[in-house]
């Protein structure tokens, strides 16, 4: 190749990072504001029994993007996965910025998380598919840096707008953003290369939607009062297990093999993380009187040090083994949990939140960076798209798992006559018990190098 054909090439590749970076860009600042304004939201529409089933919709429907968007990367690029999903996307915020009632709003919640699955399975996928594995850790952490200018943007200026304005015009402001994002990205993911793989891995659709049914009717069961009614919920979570057990790859369900012990702990770390910070703003703003300017601060704190955190770890794979770096970043994530914790119960002063999240963040970004690496090492060309539909498959089961039964736990205890404080602290409780299992079992496969130690 010559000098003039690689100088083009790179630069085709800055541009196809700078696309992908507004890709990430978009559902981070979507993810981030949602976050600060439910409680704003369920305020004005009702339905405080339903705040964990708002972010649970969006994370179910994300799972039939990132299944059809995983057979579509694979069998016919990620162009036409795009196109579909930012569509569907699109839709979605409509919807959501006209809702009337909570119903309208998950439904509107629902369409995009469809597109938003589509668009994190295209995002990593490509990765495999334009740059060499030597390259790759590095380009998981400029993806990660996607993350500061939402970080940055979404809690000081969806608060401002929550607090002075209205939440509805958080969905119309990410329209145009949308359009932004296809007309950039479109035109280079064409020109990719395609393995034309089978999908074997993504198989039919079938499994993911007996998913997301059970799901959905496990969720609606559990925010109910505890009752004979739960007893329909032993079915339908043996239904959720069995569909899972047929998407993930070998051995995830129980930890073992490789992927499965590396999918397994996307699912563990994203449960103990996003389960804590999921209820988080609902506490500071009802409990404590803190604003959403004030709240959205906080997760500045996280969102920040997560990206800083993912190139220091790109810089630690020639020194650390990807999971020293696992526990590392379980061990913090544990340590900021528990100082939240302590501060619900008022023997550290709020201002503590504040460390506390940013430690939590720089935890997430060593643990996802080598968690990433160590999935995507394992993808054989032409399955990058099920690999990426298994890591987020994964995640999103742990994230839909913390936010509805942290749903159910909050509803139980308000019922039986406690108070948000006391559920939020048994919800953390339960995190600080996930995140403790994942360090266990990222210790354990630390220890079997012929299994589970990959490259780097």
């Known amino acids: 190749m010559t000098t003039a054909s690689t100088s083009l090439a790179h630069r085709g590749q800055r541009l196809l990072l700078a696309g992908l970076l507004a890709l990430v860009s978009l559902h981070a600042f979507d993810e981030l504001v949602l976050a600060i304004a439910l409680p704003s939201i369920v305020a004005e529409l009702g339905g405080q029994a339903w705040y964990g089933v708002a972010f649970a919709s969006y994370l179910l429907a994300s799972l039939l993007g990132m299944r059809w968007g995983g057979l579509t990367v694979d069998r016919r690029g990620p162009a036409a996965s795009l196109l579909v999903g930012y569509l569907v996307f699109a839709a979605g915020l409509v919807v959501a910025a006209l809702a009337p009632d909570m119903p309208t709003l998950i439904l509107g919640r629902v369409l995009q998380g469809f597109g938003g699955g589509v668009g994190w399975n295209v995002a990593f996928a490509v990765i495999n598919l334009a740059w060499p594995a030597s390259r790759r850790p590095r380009v998981i952490a400029w993806l990660d840096s996607g993350w500061v200018l939402p970080s940055l943007l979404a809690p000081l200026l969806g608060g401002y707008i929550i607090d002075q304005w209205h939440w509805r015009a958080l969905f119309w402001l990410l329209l145009p953003v949308t359009a932004l994002a296809l007309l950039a990205l479109l035109p280079r993911?064409?020109?990719?290369?395609?393995?034309?793989?089978?999908?074997?891995?993504?198989?039919?659709?079938?499994?993911?939607?007996?998913?997301?049914?059970?799901?959905?009717?496990?969720g609606a069961v559990l925010v109910q009062p505890a009752g004979w009614l739960w007893l329909l919920g032993l079915p339908l979570l043996a239904a959720l297990l069995l569909a899972a057990r047929r998407e993930l790859p070998a051995g995830t369900l129980r930890a073992r093999g490789t992927p499965g012990t590396v999918i397994a702990l996307h699912g563990l770390v994203f449960f103990a993380f996003f389960g804590a910070e999921t209820f988080l703003p609902w506490y500071l703003i009802s409990q404590r009187g803190l604003s959403a300017t004030q709240t959205g601060l906080i997760f500045s704190c996280a969102a920040v040090s997560w990206c800083v955190a993912s190139f220091v770890q790109s810089w630690l794979a020639s020194r650390w083994t990807r999971w020293r770096s696992v526990r590392t970043g379980l061990g913090l994530i544990l340590l900021s949990v528990v100082l939240t914790s302590l501060v619900v119960v008022h023997w550290l002063p709020l201002a503590v939140v504040y460390l506390a999240w940013g430690i939590a963040g720089f935890g997430m970004g060593l643990s996802f960076n080598a968690l990433t690496t160590l999935a995507m090492a394992s993808a054989a060309p032409g399955r990058e798209g099920a690999i990426a539909t298994a890591m987020g498959l994964a995640q999103t089961l742990g994230m839909g798992s913390a936010a509805l039964l942290g749903g159910v736990v909050r509803n139980q205890v308000v019922a039986g006559g406690g108070d948000l404080s006391r559920a939020i602290l048994l919800i953390w409780l339960l995190c600080v018990a996930v995140a403790v299992l994942a360090w266990r079992v990222a210790a354990r496969a630390s220890r079997q190098p012929d299994t589970l130690r990959l490259p780097g």
Do not use: F, N, W, Y
């Open 189 to 218: 993911l064409a020109k990719l290369p395609r393995h034309g793989g089978d999908g074997q891995d993504s198989g039919t659709m079938r499994a993911v939607i007996l998913l997301v049914i059970s799901g959905a009717a496990l």
